[in-house]
């Protein structure tokens, strides 16, 4: 079975200027999720997708981040403009309900994003 | 959300077993007890998980308290492969974000 795609893996960027990350989830895994792991620290959320709709976005800074899901499969997050404090690793994770329970999250491997 | 503390970091020599422990006194009757695992330059990864009773897999095992209020995850031998930041996450067992903490960093020794 494959994982979570991610990419790009590594991105360096100028403050103010847009980035664009990409997620593929695990095929049939209806919930999808976007985190942000700044460096020394455990990931938070940013978004929650259920299909294509979001179903938390509470964390997610709005003047600055967005994120969609066209087509319930593939995912994008971009920033415009970006701003230091953003440099981070963000990853993608996708569940699905297997039957009798909801199945742990799988992670893909992250972006590395650097802001200069 | 249910607070937890573990330790920062521990060592272990490999092939020994290694036990990590995590406190979650402010746990909820329903939430279960997951623990992931970040291996570097990796994302996180499912390791187990667990409601009151204690529970096996391929992986690991998970020793719940009585009193829920701390859990143990304990590796059989450890390998230089399980070196790793590992969470301990209560959670509702459903389609929940997971909330990490800073986990506890652990160093294998050959």
């Known amino acids: 079975e494959a994982g979570v795609a991610q990419s790009p893996r590594y991105k360096i960027i100028e403050k103010r200027q847009s980035v664009a990350f990409w997620c593929n989830p695990i095929s049939g895994h209806a919930t999808l999720y976007w985190y942000q792991q700044i460096l020394g620290q455990g990931p938070k959320l940013l978004i929650q997708f259920q299909n294509n709709g979001v179903v938390d976005d509470s964390q997610l800074p709005k003047d600055r981040f967005s994120a969609e899901r066209l087509k319930g499969v593939d995912s994008t997050l971009k920033i415009q403009p970006a701003k230091l404090e953003d440099s981070a690793v963000y990853l993608c994770a996708s569940s699905t309900w297997a039957g009798t329970r909801w199945m742990e999250q799988y992670f893909g491997p992250g972006t590395r994003l650097t802001v200069t | 959300d249910a607070k937890t503390t573990q330790p920062n970091s521990m060592e272990s020599n490999e092939e020994e077993p290694v036990h990590l422990p995590c406190n979650h006194s402010?746990?909820?009757?329903?939430?279960?007890i997951h623990w992931y695992r970040q291996l570097p330059s990796q994302g996180p990864e499912y390791v187990i998980h667990?409601?009151?009773s204690n529970v096996n897999n391929r992986m690991a095992s998970l020793a719940i308290a009585e009193d829920r209020k701390s859990s143990t995850l304990i590796l059989h031998r450890a390998t230089l492969r399980d070196a790793a930041v590992y969470y301990c996450?209560?959670?509702?067992?459903?389609?929940?974000?997971?909330?990490f903490g800073k986990g506890t960093r652990l160093s294998v020794i050959a």
């Open positions: 402010t746990i909820s009757g329903t939430d279960y």
């Open positions: 996450i209560p959670t509702k067992h459903g389609n929940t974000p997971l909330v």
């Open positions: 667990g409601l009151t």
